[in-house]
């Protein structure tokens, strides 16, 4: 799970601390991704006490100064104990009962080392699955400077898997009116 941005354009309130639901919006989007995954982590990079209260480990990235999503990336593939990172944003509170599954196939089924969702207009670069073995090529471009996922990713052998049937589930919360417009579409703390 990441949680590790600034939330700048969020005012500098860390999204994934919101109160959404019945609960804050990362335990939201914990609780529709757990029954999906072996394991959680949670990458923040700021109030990790509040984050190690649902129960997971909370990792921050290797890098300072908020250096982006690979950052987080790298931190889930040193501290996981499986051969499959799934990757997802702390502020994204519509998540499929099926997502992993989706990318999983698709990973299979093209023999990938990661696989990344599309909603059918534009790839979602922080929705994917990434195999154990790009670990070595993401310090590798980290360590080089790189900080663009979409720069990245073609240095590997991905997929991308179509979601278009789901757009919403790309569906995030960046602003204040994205927050407002997210709670008053349903979800009501």
Request: aromatic fraction near 8%; charged fraction near 20%.
């Amino acid at each position: 799970m990441l949680a590790g941005g600034k939330s700048r354009r969020m005012g500098g309130n860390d999204k994934g601390l919101l109160p959404f639901g019945n609960g804050l919006l990362v335990g939201h989007v914990i609780d529709a991704i757990r029954p999906q995954v072996g394991a959680v982590l949670i990458s923040a990079n700021r109030n990790h006490e509040a984050y190690r209260d649902f129960g997971y480990p909370v990792i921050s990235d290797p890098l300072d100064d908020f250096q982006g999503p690979l950052a987080g990336f790298l931190a889930g593939l040193e501290n996981m104990r499986t051969d499959y990172l799934l990757t997802l944003p702390c502020d994204g509170p519509f998540v499929l009962p099926d997502l992993a599954q989706r990318l999983v196939e698709g990973l299979v089924a093209a023999d990938a080392d990661i696989a990344v969702a599309h909603d059918g207009k534009r790839l979602q670069p922080v929705y994917a699955l990434l195999s154990a073995k790009t670990l070595g090529g993401l310090r590798h471009a980290l360590e080089h400077g790189e900080r663009k996922i979409d720069r990245w990713y073609p240095q590997h052998n991905w997929i991308t898997v179509d979601f278009s049937d789901a757009p919403e589930q790309f569906s995030n919360i960046n602003t204040p009116d994205d927050y407002a417009n997210t709670r008053e579409a349903g979800f009501r703390s």
